[in-house]
């Protein structure tokens, strides 16, 4: 059966700090792979998501990349943490176009 | 589109009543919509799809009703329990890899 890993679970960062969040799938090969983050009480925000190795779509101009360094494995980034990068990023892989997504148990970032 | 700036809509209902959770989708050429389910702090989880070609779809006591020409997602839940109790997503998809969520409903079941 496929599974998603992510972590950490919960990460608080100072301002201007680098940052690397990870996840990866298991039982499944090619796999879509987006992140998302949620901002307390509000809905989803796609960031970006990754069709194939080293293909990332960005969706949402701002201090946050991606990277897909292998096929299951998709990183996303930044060098400086701003305040408002703060929230719930969610890490959520899918067999393709329309198809349904699942996702990790997402990590709570705190910019400090 | 997406609608992520905005404050979530919440809906209370009674253990034991009916509930309908609504979505209005703008992108006319999407044809897959699934709904989540997500509890606090955790992922969010699949419940139900149904693809532009149904206009209602059935699970076990969900079913889901696609209005193509007004644009529009509907949840139904019957005989709500406490444990239904969560943020309820809409998400669209259009033949691309990308997949959108709506805003979202708060549901609440009183006991």
């Known amino acids: 059966s496929q599974t998603i890993h992510q972590w950490p679970a919960t990460l608080v960062q100072p301002v201007g700090s680098p940052l690397s969040l990870e996840c990866t799938v298991e039982?499944?090969?090619?796999?879509?792979l987006y992140w998302y983050r949620q901002a307390a009480g509000r809905g989803l925000q796609l960031l970006f998501y990754?069709?194939?190795?080293?293909?990332i779509s960005s969706e949402v101009p701002q201090n946050l990349s991606a990277s897909r360094p292998q096929d299951r494995q998709f990183i996303l980034s930044s060098k400086k943490l701003l305040l408002s990068d703060s929230g719930f990023y969610l890490c959520?892989?899918?067999?393709?176009?329309?198809?349904?997504?699942?996702f990790g148990q997402g990590t709570r970032l705190t910019v400090v | 589109g997406e609608s992520v700036g905005l404050h979530l809509p919440t809906l209370s209902v009674q253990e034991g009543d009916n509930s309908i959770i609504n979505c209005a989708y703008s992108?006319?050429?999407?044809?897959?919509f699934i709904w989540y389910k997500q509890e606090s702090g955790k992922g969010p989880q699949f419940i139900i799809d149904?693809?532009?070609?149904?206009d209602k779809r059935q699970g076990q006591r969900v079913t889901v009703l696609l209005n193509k020409t007004v644009k529009h997602l509907s949840l139904q839940i019957a005989a709500t329990q406490p444990g239904d109790s969560a943020v309820y997503f809409c998400?669209?998809?259009?033949?691309?890899?990308?997949?959108?969520f709506g805003a979202g409903t708060r549901l609440t079941v009183k006991p």
């Open positions: 959520a892989w899918s067999k393709g176009e329309n198809t349904e997504a699942f």
């Open positions: 039982g499944t090969s090619n796999p879509n």
């Open positions: 990754s069709v194939g190795i080293g293909q």
């Open positions: 992108n006319s050429a999407s044809d897959y």
């Open positions: 149904i693809r532009s070609n149904m």
């Open positions: 998400a669209e998809n259009n033949n691309n890899n990308d997949m959108r």
